[in-house]
């Protein structure tokens, strides 16, 4: 008599991610969220910049020599670096982030959301090693490596692994499911910033101040939770749909398509390039105040803030210090607005369409934009903060609404890839939108406009490229008939599809005979079953992880915002 043995699939592999019939499909936004709430963290990096830029003095900076060369100064242990040199990090985060999307983004698709969450957890952690080993060295470059390259790399693997998972167990609220996962990159910082700075505060001596140990101890704490994201991600079988969903007709929205565009060709398209241009816009006007909203603030309104009719620049150091903690509360503020921004629009945009509510974001955001210098010299500052929360809103809203855009233009099949590409926008925009702001502020000062002046022309700017945006998008039309995927395509896909799930559905039995005996395994049943029937306790749980430090992150923030209506 022989003995059939079944070797089962490597523990990486997409095979292994295939969901069982009881699987519960609210168990992955939690899973993505636990991997972006982690990666999230690059929005909050500037928590580091001070404390590291005295990490030889300890109490103050220690100056390097004017006469030291950029190159001495990249391996320089003597003396302490500038916050200029520090803030490349933030810069390569951004750059490296498109970049890795767009490189790796098809790799992606054939892996699994599994193998991509693992590798971006090493990077992202692994960066965070490197980084405390150069902090503790003094090398900077270990930094710029580590951190910036690695941990970027990390960083858009981490970013994308969700969105193509999600956008197909939620087929029938796509904008929801990725608003609530990339709404964990925006909420991120609110997680990471105050708990790097008790951490700092715990390790500090008279000898450190304690960034390299709070680099480590964050590594350590995020490897958890992006591991178990990781390995908490699970891929629908081929033919699955929730319960009671049936897609609506191909003629009910001419801007959703039912079928499927390759990325090979999704990306050589006008649309696409449409789309990435729509991104760009957008990103850029948000991104450029987003950096620049502390100062701006202050500037802007000066003594106001305080009660006293002074320019800033006739404030004292102790009434700069009071606007400053106000500022700070500007800021958290705004945090919020990004992340409910990224839930709230991307929600919406399930009813409204994701091309219509990308004209209200340029529509309205070009009427905010433009506002704000009369709002500013209204001296109204409640007006000047709500039109600021509404902005941010639409720039989070942007992030989490393209990935159902661009299911609903391309299809389903390869939509992770294809907003892999799609997000080398980003990284642009993340170059023009600060340039864009700084240099402006600055030639307007140097030319003796008033501080509280000096971002009246930048507002006007970036409503222009709003309007842009706004073109850009009502160029959006459905893809040509003959880009699709052909038939034989689809059916050679879903050949190599039904082999994974073949595979998988093998392995489960083996699981269950060797568990209970071959008449368990004969009557499992091998049809998709919708909704899922994982015990309710279980999805709970995994929302609580995730939820509790979200929520610990939304109240500190809510304290700091408090103080700007005092």
Same mark, same amino acid.
């Given at each position: 008599m022989s003995v059939t043995t079944f070797a089962p699939p490597p523990f990486l592999s997409r095979e292994r991610t295939i969901a069982s019939a009881s699987f519960n499909r609210w168990l992955v936004p939690p899973a993505a969220l636990a991997i972006h709430l982690c990666i999230g963290m690059a929005y909050g990096f500037s928590v580091f910049w001070l404390p590291l830029s005295r990490a030889v003095g300890v109490s103050k @900076? $220690?100056?390097c020599p004017a006469d030291m060369s950029f190159v001495a100064g990249i391996f320089a242990t003597s003396c302490d670096w500038q916050i200029s040199q520090l803030g490349w990090m933030y810069t390569l985060f951004f750059v490296l982030l498109g970049s890795s999307a767009a490189i790796w983004g098809?790799?992606?698709? !054939? +892996?699994?959301?599994?193998?991509?969450?693992?590798?971006?957890?090493?990077?992202w952690c692994g960066g965070l $090693?490197?980084?405390?080993? =150069?902090?503790?060295?003094?090398?900077?470059?270990?930094?710029?490596? =580590?951190?910036?390259v690695i941990g970027g790399i990390g960083l858009g693997l981490g970013y994308i692994s969700p969105v193509s998972t999600l956008i197909k167990w939620f087929p029938d609220r796509r904008g929801m499911a990725t608003g609530m996962a990339i709404m964990g990159f925006g909420g991120g910082a609110m997680i990471g910033a105050p708990l790097a700075n008790m951490l700092m505060q715990h390790f500090a001596s008279p000898t450190s101040v304690g960034v390299w140990q709070t680099f480590l101890a964050m590594a350590a704490i995020y490897f958890v939770f992006m591991v178990?994201? +990781?390995?908490?991600?699970?891929? @629908?079988?081929? =033919?699955?749909? @929730?319960?009671?969903?049936?897609?609506?007709?191909?003629?009910?929205?001419?801007?959703? !398509?039912?079928?499927?565009? %390759?990325l090979d060709v999704a990306w050589k398209t006008p649309q696409f390039w449409l789309l990435w241009a729509v991104l760009c816009l957008n990103v850029s006007a948000g991104i450029g105040v987003i950096g620049m909203a502390s100062p701006m603030l202050q500037e802007v309104f000066g003594g106001r803030l305080i009660g006293l009719d002074l320019t800033f620049s006739q404030l004292d150091a102790g009434q700069k210090a009071q606007i400053a903690a106000i500022a700070a509360g500007f800021t958290g503020l705004l945090s919020l607005c990004n992340i409910g921004g990224r839930f709230a629009w991307a929600s919406f945009s399930d009813k409204l369409g994701r091309k219509m509510t990308y004209a209200v974001?340029?529509?309205?955001?070009?009427?905010?934009?433009?506002?704000?210098?009369?709002?500013? %010299?209204?001296?109204?500052?409640?007006?000047? $903060?709500?039109?600021?929360?509404?902005?941010?809103?639409?720039?989070?809203?942007?992030?989490? !609404?393209?990935?159902?855009?661009?299911?609903?233009?391309?299809?389903? %099949?390869?939509?992770?890839?294809?907003?892999?590409?799609?997000?080398?926008?980003?990284? !642009?925009?993340?170059?023009? =939108?600060p340039v864009l702001v700084n240099y402006l502020r600055e030639y307007q000062i140097a030319s003796g406009i008033p501080q509280q002046a000096a971002y009246d022309q930048t507002m006007y700017i970036l409503s222009g490229l709003l309007v842009v945006g706004l073109v850009a998008n009502l160029? $959006?039309?459905?893809?040509?008939?003959?880009?699709?995927?052909?038939?034989?395509?689809?059916?050679?896909? +879903? +050949?190599?599809?039904?082999?994974?799930?073949?595979? %998988?559905?093998?392995?489960?039995d083996f699981e269950e005979e060797a568990k209970d005996g071959p008449l368990a395994a004969s009557t499992r049943s091998s049809t998709p079953v919708a909704s899922g029937a994982t015990a309710l306790p279980v999805v709970v749980l995994a929302w609580l992880v995730v939820g509790v430090p979200l929520a610990w992150g939304i109240w500190i923030t809510l304290q700091k915002a408090v103080i700007l209506f005092r």
């Open positions: @900076p $220690v100056a098809g790799w992606l698709e !054939t +892996a699994g959301p599994r193998k991509a969450g693992l590798v971006s957890a090493f990077c $090693v490197i980084s405390a080993l =150069g902090v503790y060295l003094h090398q900077i470059w270990m930094l710029w490596i =580590g951190s910036g178990g994201g +990781a390995l908490g991600y699970r891929v @629908p079988r081929e =033919g699955w749909a @929730p319960k009671g969903w049936t897609p609506p007709a191909a003629s009910a929205n001419a801007m959703v !398509t039912h079928r499927h565009v %390759h974001f340029f529509v309205l955001g070009f009427v905010l934009y433009a506002s704000i210098p009369s709002l500013a %010299h209204m001296g109204s500052v409640v007006l000047f $903060v709500a039109a600021f929360c509404i902005i941010l809103s639409m720039y989070g809203g942007g992030f989490a !609404t393209i990935p159902a855009y661009l299911a609903d233009i391309f299809g389903t %099949h390869m939509v992770g890839a294809i907003h892999g590409r799609l997000l080398t926008a980003w990284a !642009t925009a993340g170059i023009i =939108g160029l $959006v039309k459905p893809v040509a008939e003959h880009l699709y995927m052909k038939d034989h395509e689809l059916k050679k896909k +879903a +050949a190599e599809v039904a082999r994974e799930d073949a595979t %998988h559905a093998d392995f489960e």
